[in-house]
């Protein structure tokens, strides 16, 4: 069993910055890869960004790379997006999630909400 918690969404205004935490517990060594999804209203999820939870093997979707960073703090088996350059189109509830090896994502926190306004 694992759970996720997510935090650190809010409101802020284009250019700005946030960085979303997401904090594991239970169960975590079965974790092969830790990443974030976000859904926007009226849109389907979207994969945003993972890593691979042994090799730190990271990975973006383009229309972030270059804005968003993803990393990990090991000691406190949490994992960070720091958000930066938000443009209005970033808004939607951000997903924490995990997954162990060949299988589908298989765990999820219960979302954080981020809008960016003009």
């Known amino acids: 069993q694992v759970q996720l918690v997510e935090s650190g969404g809010g409101s802020v205004q284009a250019g700005g910055s946030l960085r979303l935490s997401c904090a594991a517990s239970?169960?975590?060594?079965?974790?092969?890869?830790m990443g974030w999804f976000r859904q926007a209203p009226g849109k389907e999820r979207e994969f945003v960004a993972a890593?691979?939870?042994?090799?730190?093997?990271?990975y973006y979707v383009d229309s972030v790379k270059g804005r968003f960073t993803i990393s990990r703090d090991n000691a406190k088996n949490t994992m960070y997006l720091q958000m930066n350059s938000l443009k209005p189109e970033d808004t939607a509830v951000y997903y924490c999630?995990?997954?162990?090896?060949?299988?589908?994502?298989?765990?999820w926190g219960q979302g954080t909400q981020v809008t960016v306004s003009s």
């Open positions: 239970g169960r975590t060594l079965s974790i092969n890869r």
């Open positions: 999630a995990a997954k162990r090896s060949a299988s589908e994502w298989r765990y």
């Open positions: 890593f691979t939870w042994k090799y730190g093997d990271t």
